[in-house]
């Protein structure tokens, strides 16, 4: 079963809007939340990344949202611009432990920002 | 330059046909896995590797192989491909004391089987 639940599956979006991505997780030992960025014809590229222990982490033009009672994080992108069109995925971890920080995915948000 | 390298990029192929996709990675990282990314999926883990000599199974390990005789290299081994191993396949490194996202990701090399 799909352990981390992502969405939209697409969205578009103007320039200078704000763009939203979902996620979800059931696993309540998941500890870390990164997302990441695709282009195309490339590998994810690590974009921001949080932990359960704040409720929000800003970096530049992307913030992270954090609701641990909800087990729910989202990706806003403001001033969204049309190089920020990609593939961006939510993961999940258990920093430590025996799964050494495996990540689980969701399922991605292909994004087109119109200019 | 930091990076990781697969190859071959592209390849097709027909069903059973033993196939290796090459991963070698500069950084001198302990943690080295492969995924694969398939539409509405997202990517999932097929094997990764804690050091040379020690590897375990991911997610979705059936049908694929791995070694890791180097430090630098993880090869992914299709003994006998069959076409639902059809998909985007990354490598991907980090150190193992690094956050678990810091991982550094291939290109991809972009698998069909016949």
């Known amino acids: 079963q799909q352990q981390v639940k992502q969405s939209p599956q697409s969205l578009i979006v103007q320039k200078g809007g704000i763009s939203i991505i979902n996620c979800a997780y059931e696993n309540t030992a998941f500890d870390y939340f990164p997302w990441y960025q695709q282009f195309p014809g490339k590998g994810p590229a690590l974009l921001i990344a949080i932990r359960p222990d704040v409720s929000e982490k800003k970096e530049g033009r992307f913030t992270i949202s954090f609701n641990k009672s909800a087990k729910q994080f989202s990706l806003h992108i403001m001033d969204s611009q049309p190089g920020d069109s990609a593939t961006y995925f939510c993961a999940a971890s258990i920093a430590g432990g025996t799964s050494y920080g495996k990540l689980t995915f969701g399922q991605g948000t292909i994004l087109t920002v119109h200019p | 330059e930091a990076q990781v390298t697969q190859n071959p990029r592209y390849l097709i192929t027909v069903t059973g046909k033993k196939l290796t996709v090459t991963c070698s990675q500069n950084m001198n990282h302990e943690y080295m896995s492969w995924y694969r990314q398939d539409p509405g999926l997202g990517l999932r883990q097929i094997y990764y590797?804690?050091?040379?000599?020690?590897?375990d199974k991911g997610d979705v390990p059936e049908g694929y192989k791995v070694s890791r005789k180097e430090k630098r290299n993880f090869p992914l081994i299709l003994e006998s491909p069959s076409p639902n191993q059809t998909s985007l396949y990354f490598c991907?490194?980090?150190?193992?004391?690094?956050?678990?996202?810091?991982?550094?990701f291939g290109p991809g090399t972009r698998l069909t089987v016949t």
């Open positions: 991907a490194s980090r150190p193992l004391g690094g956050a678990p996202g810091e991982q550094y």
């Open positions: 590797s804690m050091n040379v000599e020690v590897t």
